[in-house]
């Protein structure tokens, strides 16, 4: 990997790769190690893992719950910056400042899915922000309490290739608010190509979802769990809607628990503040100067650690993978 080759070797040098094929291969790693080990292996993965080829697809949703406010800011944009306009799946969580969506909106050129659960966004900065989401195709604003009918009708009179929603609530949330009627009907009339809709724990009427059910005529798959004003059962669907799948209005698995609702966001576990320290101090920059490229290796992080992590296990020549060094 980072020793010379023997003349006749059949192996390719790891470093020699394309940053396409880097990017795809640097993908199924666990986000800490891209961000804080990869770069310290050599300058052609430096390069690769701070460019683009990595970026199209940002899922941080998971750290995003358990991580600081300022760090869950930072880290955001720069891995938007990284994608350098190609970025077509972003999954993130609690998004807190209405810079953070024009921020993201500015950089949602080839955008096709996006999940911000969570999020603190409204129904102004989603009319705001709505025509720069043309490309979206997917969408999940689930937990957003702070937007309303008036949001979607934005998202769906500009986001015309959606054919997945994601707006479900949680039970805590929904308590005490009046009907969300105004919801399904932004839904029925602005959304038409759907094919997966989410709307667990609305308190949406059964003449509402009717009006969904006929103007959304491509629905393959709906999540009406907690909807206990809708008065349909399981042999209207079936005889109405043969090739629509429905869960719920009943709750049949505890929805708390497949959500990990229990789970305290606000305790910042010790690896989103190592991962924070690890890139957002610098130390995961573009090591294209020698200078620092070798002082690189004198860090604690040292490369015998990466090489442990990927043979670590496992017969090398079963895979065709060389030798480790």
Known sequence: MGGEMEEGDEYRRWDELIPDALGLI???LPLQEMLTMV???CKSWSRAVSGPYCW?????????TRCRPDHLDRMLQMLIMRSCGSLRK???SGLHKDT???FLADHAGSLQTLRIPRSDISDSIVEQIAGRLSTVTFLDVSYCTKISGRALEAIGNHCKLLVGLCRNMHPLDAEGLEAQDDEAYAIATTMPKLKRLEIAY??????SLLQILSSCTNLEFMDLRGCWNVNLDDKFFKEKFQKLTVLGPLVVEDYYETNDWEEDCSEYSDDSDYLAWGFLAGDGGDYDDDESYEEMWDDEGRLE???LRFYEGADAGLYGWPPSP
């Open 202 to 207: 609305h308190l949406v009427s059964t003449e």
């Open 56 to 64: 199209q697809e940002i899922n941080i949703e998971e750290w995003s």
């Open 26 to 28: 640097f993908r199924n």
């Open 100 to 102: 953070n969506f024009t």
């Open 39 to 41: 770069p310290r292996v």
């Open 305 to 307: 650690e990466l090489e």
């Open 90 to 92: 972003l999954c993130v």
